[in-house]
């Protein structure tokens, strides 16, 4: 079957990069303007693939998606993380003092504020996404309004960057993963898992389980809670443990197996840090 990747947001954004540097140019997209529609193409099999933004080193982690990825059992079979710059962009002919309105996600705004209190003239709107902004500016030949994008998308969509890098923190980085509905095969060659537990109200439970993993030579590097919907002030925790062999990842996987009220295997894939 014919790779289809879906993305959260159109060509030329983050996503699209991501998938680009994942599965090479000429990837097959499926372009969705939110997360929810783009697990509803997975499960309506329209793709077999999706890339989704589940962490940012500014803003922290995203924790709709990974909702989005438990409640509909989707597996995470890789990551990428992605320096962000975002630029400013409009069409040919205009300068910064042209432009009235900027148009963006609203992350993509958060994350350039500092820069536009040089410019007080000029508007903040949030949209759905960044590059689809800079597809409607050059489509609908829309003077005076700018958007905040990746580069790629400025090429795409034939518009002028008239700022790079206007992102506050420079080192900015996102984590993104690759999911899909269908379980993966075993893969020994492999070095970062990602579970999901919940434990008893028993005081020092979630001690105890981080310890048995540590004693099996896992590292943790992502521990994130989120609350039991249906049982008030019980909490599933979202962990992402990397580790050099994989034997020991599995010894690990029995004990936490045995030591949690609910345990849940999200994924287990290569690290995609470099």
């Not at 980085?173 to 028993?202: C, G, M, W, Y």
């Not at 540590?214 to 249906?230: A, G």
């Not at 019980?234 to 045995?258: N, P």
Request: hydrophobic share 45%; glycine share 4%.
């Amino acid at each position: 079957m014919n790779k289809i990747i879906a993305i959260q947001g159109a060509r030329g954004s983050n996503h699209h990069k991501v998938a680009c540097d994942f599965y090479g140019e000429s990837v097959a997209l499926k372009e969705c303007m939110s997360f929810d529609t783009l697990v509803d193409c997975l499960l309506d099999e329209s793709a077999n693939l999706g890339v989704m933004a589940l962490e940012n080193t500014i803003a922290g982690s995203i924790i709709p998606n990974y909702a989005l990825i438990d409640n509909h059992n989707l597996h995470i079979i890789g990551e990428e993380y992605l320096n962000i710059h975002h630029h400013l962009m409009a069409l040919e002919g205009q300068s910064i003092q042209d432009i009235k309105e900027v148009w963006s996600h609203p992350m993509a705004l958060l994350q350039c504020k500092q820069f536009f209190k040089k410019y007080p003239h000029i508007k903040l709107v949030e949209d759905v996404d960044t590059a689809d902004v800079a597809k409607r500016i050059s489509k609908e030949n829309l003077v005076g309004i700018a958007a905040i994008a990746p580069k790629i998308a400025a090429e795409i969509f034939k518009l002028v960057v008239l700022e790079d890098d206007i992102q506050t923190i420079k080192d900015n980085s996102t984590r993104f993963v690759i999911v899909q509905t269908a379980k993966p095969a075993e893969d020994f060659d492999v070095n970062k898992a990602s579970i999901k537990f919940q434990l008893s109200h028993k005081r020092g439970s979630l001690a105890a389980i981080l310890n048995a993993m540590s004693d099996c030579k896992m590292n943790l590097t992502k521990i994130q809670s989120l609350p039991v919907i249906d049982t008030p002030w019980k909490y599933s925790f979202f962990v992402d443990v990397t580790f050099d062999d994989y034997k020991e990842y599995q010894k690990a996987y029995s004990l936490v197996e045995i030591m949690a009220e609910e345990f849940k295997v999200l994924g287990v894939y290569k690290n995609g840090r470099k």
